[in-house]
């Protein structure tokens, strides 16, 4: 096990279902991650999704998302200094959910829209 493995905390029960909801819960989180799967990686590319998250919101998730280990910062350019993100192995991790999403939103939303890649 990875030393991030061991430092969970429970912050509402020992469930995983719970756990993942705890870091993954919230409207916008797996819409970020959605985004880093299909390419986006700098901040102003996740302004330009049809769900027209807020700056104050997308710093904020952003943020959150690096605390858990599901994405991490790297510079691309030194002067300005300028980031992008990328998921980390936690995040790839994520894939086969989004999928799963992806699929059901399919059966039950007829005319829902996959979005494709970015790049």
């Known amino acids: 096990m990875t030393d991030n493995l061991n430092k969970n905390i429970f912050e509402r029960s020992h469930c995983p279902i719970a756990c993942a909801l705890d870091q993954l819960g919230d409207k916008w989180s797996l819409l970020i991650i959605r985004d880093l799967l299909l390419g986006k990686r700098r901040y102003q590319e996740f302004l330009t999704s049809p769900e027209q998250i ?4 997308l710093a904020d998730r952003l943020k959150k998302l690096e605390a858990a280990g599901i994405v991490v910062l790297n510079a691309y350019q030194q002067r300005p200094v300028r980031f992008e ?11 086969p959910v989004l999928e ?20």
């Open 54 to 57: 807020a700056t104050n919101i």
């Open 85 to 95: 993100y990328e998921l980390t192995q936690k995040g790839e991790d994520l894939r």
């Open 100 to 119: 799963a999403l992806v699929n059901w939103g399919k059966v039950y939303y007829p005319g829902a829209t996959v979005f494709k890649s970015h790049e």
